[in-house]
């Protein structure tokens, strides 16, 4: 018997399995399982129904040019390809070349064929959109005039700020027909020139929100001037309106917390803004005043009067001054005038004449010796009360020791 290698083995049963007809090109349907992309672009995934699973592998070239939607566990999909041996491994697997959505897959399949379509238009361009209002005062509304969804906006209206004027246009939502009146819905409010635009109903299952989904309803939301929130079913159902859109909102609920701002917080915030602007205006009275003041202290530094008046005080001290001085040389003149008189009294010879003595002249001359008078001769003897003329009558010569 002849011994074979494992490649070989490996070989010889690919060339079997490439080499069978239905093998070669076959279409197998079943559910999507432990689906990964790999970083290179392939996507390698198992395809699986109640009785068994096959590996399965699509590469690049083939996800970029027939895979119109991203493939995910849990789908029902129709996948042609052909079967093959990875010889590396010894077992087989599923080369798709095409896959396609069964069933609800098919709306999913639809789905994204046109969410990329329309992407490559640029309608889901998130520089497109318009920013929403803060403050509107008046909000359309395209929803069915009966359900739960135009109820939940009311009451959120209502609880944010009832001075918001909401007009609605009752429109089908849902089965055939249902995209035309949304479209018309939301041309028509667009022509009214409002602050936002609601579109939206309550959840439901991917038939049931189709409507949303259709290419005219996308195109409308992206052609309209006036922004536009889509709340279309619960938070995990997505379609196509919520791409459009200028804002997505989960709910039609949140859609309307979205459009409306709360009074309450408004109003805080508005007396926020009323204690900063208050604020602000005290900082700059009190910097004006400041300002008025110092304007003030130099408006007074150069008033003429004020001027007159502090030269009237400086005259004033000027005069002091010199009075102080004259006072004070006049004292020092006078003290000195009595030093000297007293020192001039002290040299004169009548302040002497005190105690008897006396200043004896004869012929108008003094007496400075006895022999220079003789007999007969005038005199005059000054005294302190007054001056005695007399006429000598002898003279006497004495030797005073």
Same mark, same amino acid.
């Given at each position: 018997?002849?011994?074979?290698?494992?490649?070989?083995?490996?070989k010889?049963?690919?060339?079997?399995?490439t080499?069978d007809?239905?093998?070669r090109?076959?279409s197998i349907?079943?559910?999507?399982?432990?689906?990964?992309?790999?970083?290179? &672009?392939h996507v390698?995934f198992?395809?699986?129904d109640?009785?068994?699973?096959i590996p399965?592998v699509m #590469?690049?070239?083939d996800?970029?040019?027939?895979?119109?939607?991203k493939?995910?566990n849990g789908?029902?999909? @129709?996948?042609?390809?052909?079967?093959?041996v990875?010889?590396r491994d $010894?077992?087989?697997?599923?080369?798709a070349?095409t896959? =396609?959505?069964? &069933?609800v897959g098919?709306?999913?399949?639809? #789905?994204?064929?046109l969410k990329y379509?329309l992407?490559?238009? &640029?309608?889901? +361009?998130?520089?497109?959109? !318009?920013?929403?209002? =803060?403050?509107?005062?008046?909000?359309?509304?395209v929803?069915? =005039?009966t359900g739960?969804?135009?109820?939940d906006i009311?009451?959120?209206a209502?609880?944010?700020?009832p001075?918001? /004027?909401?007009?609605?246009?009752p429109?089908? @939502?849902?089965?055939?027909?249902a995209a035309e009146?949304?479209?018309?819905?939301?041309?028509?409010?667009?022509?009214m020139?409002?602050?936002?635009i609601?579109? $939206?109903? $309550?959840?439901?299952?991917?038939?049931?929100?189709w409507?949303?989904?259709?290419e005219?309803?996308?195109r409308?939301?992206?052609?309209?001037?006036?922004?536009i929130?889509?709340?279309v079913g619960h938070e995990?159902?997505?379609?196509?309106?919520?791409?459009?859109?200028?804002l997505r909102?989960?709910?039609?609920?949140?859609?309307?917390?979205?459009?409306?701002?709360?009074?309450?917080n408004?109003?805080? /915030?508005l007396?926020s803004?009323?204690?900063?602007?208050?604020?602000c205006m005290?900082?700059?009275?009190a910097?004006a !005043?400041s300002?008025?003041?110092?304007?003030?202290?130099?408006l007074?530094?150069?008033?003429p009067i004020?001027?007159?008046?502090q /030269?009237k005080?400086?005259?004033?001290?000027?005069y002091?001054?010199?009075?102080?001085?004259?006072?004070?040389k #006049?004292e020092?003149?006078?003290?000195?005038? /009595?030093?000297?008189?007293?020192?001039?009294?002290?040299?004169?010879?009548t302040?002497?004449l005190? $105690?008897g003595?006396?200043y004896?002249?004869a012929?108008?001359?003094p007496i400075e010796?006895?022999?220079t008078?003789k007999a007969? +001769?005038?005199?005059?003897?000054t005294?302190?009360?007054?001056?005695?003329r007399a006429? @000598?009558e002898?003279?006497? @010569?004495?030797?005073?020791v």
């Open positions: 018997m002849a011994v074979y290698t494992v490649g070989q083995v490996n010889y049963i690919k060339n079997i399995l080499q007809y239905i093998l090109s076959i349907q079943g559910e999507v399982s432990n689906c990964k992309y790999h970083s290179l &672009g390698y198992s395809l699986k109640e009785t068994g699973s399965a #590469f690049k070239s996800v970029d040019n027939n895979l119109k939607f493939l995910e789908q029902s999909v @129709v996948i042609g390809g052909s079967i093959s990875y010889e $010894g077992r087989y697997q599923l080369y070349k896959i =396609k959505l069964q &069933g098919s709306l999913y399949e639809q #789905f994204e064929r379509q992407n490559e238009e &640029g309608l889901f +361009d998130p520089d497109n959109r !318009k920013p929403i209002p =803060k403050y509107p005062k008046t909000v359309g509304i929803t069915a =005039k739960a969804a135009i109820q009311m009451n959120v209502r609880r944010r700020n001075y918001v /004027q909401l007009i609605l246009y429109a089908k @939502v849902q089965g055939e027909g009146t949304i479209v018309k819905g939301i041309q028509t409010l667009d022509a020139n409002l602050d936002t609601i579109i $939206g109903r $309550g959840g439901g299952s991917m038939e049931e929100l409507a949303f989904n259709e005219p309803v996308v409308a939301i992206y052609a309209a001037k006036t922004p929130i889509s709340g995990v159902d997505i379609t196509l309106s919520d791409y459009a859109a200028d909102a989960p709910t039609p609920s949140a859609a309307c917390e979205l459009a409306i701002p709360d009074m309450s408004t109003l805080i /915030q007396r803004v009323e204690r900063a602007i208050f604020n005290d900082n700059k009275l910097l !005043k300002r008025i003041s110092q304007l003030d202290m130099r007074n530094s150069q008033n004020l001027r007159l008046e /030269q005080q400086y005259l004033a001290d000027c002091d001054a010199i009075s102080r001085a004259m006072r004070q #006049f020092y003149a006078n003290n000195r005038y /009595q030093l000297l008189l007293a020192r001039l009294n002290g040299a004169s010879p302040a002497k005190v $105690g003595f006396g004896a002249e012929n108008g001359h010796d006895v022999r008078v007969g +001769d005038s005199l005059e003897l005294v302190k009360s007054g001056l005695i006429t @000598v002898d003279v006497i @010569v004495k030797e005073i």
